[in-house]
Each structure stands twice: as structure tokens, then as C-alpha cells.
């Protein structure tokens, strides 16, 4: 389980929206209960899907980064693909984790 990355090393917005690939940005703190519950399912469920790179951004107030994706409670799980967000979930169940990675390892069907 990655530690949660301090200010000065968590990446700004910028850097966030030029992610290639899924990724799976994670908000709270190493002393946040909820934080501390839900880590095992995420770690369960991100051995599933070894293609999705996790970061954990440690966040309180005046955090620009938290503060960007309007985060209010922790954990919160911010599930965004080739810098996209396509899920966000506050305090989240196992099947909003499960439902997060789907949304960002199922491949995009081709338009035609």
C-alpha cells in the first residue's frame, strides 16, 4: 500500500490532467479511520487491474489539489483516464471502488 504523497510531492492539476492511461487518485490521510478501512478492499481490488497507477495524495484545507476536485470528505477515490475524470466517490463502497476501475480499464468502444 503507497504512502500518501505530501504537498510538496503530490502533482499539481495540470500535471493530473496530462496523465496518460487509468489512474486511480486517492485523497485522505494515513490517521483518517475511513481512510485506514477502505485501503485493504482498494489494495484487493487494484491487484486486480496491475495497469492502473494509484496515488495517494495526503489533502487537508488549503490543499490546491483536493481543493480542484472539490474534495470534502475522505477518503475520496477520483477515478480518471487519460487525464479524464470519470468517477469520483466520497467515502466509497467496494462496489463504487469495482464500478471506479471498470469505468477506467474497459477499453472505449471505437465510433465509427
Known sequence: MPAYLLPDQAPTREEVD??????????????????RAVAPIVDRLLAQHPQVHHLKVEDGSGRPLGRSFRVTLWPTLVFLRDGKVLQQSARPERNDIEQGLKSITTPQSAEA
Open 18 to 35: 496530462a496523465f496518460e492511461g487509468p489512474v486511480l487518485l486517492e485523497f485522505g490521510t494515513g490517521w483518517c479511520g475511513y481512510c
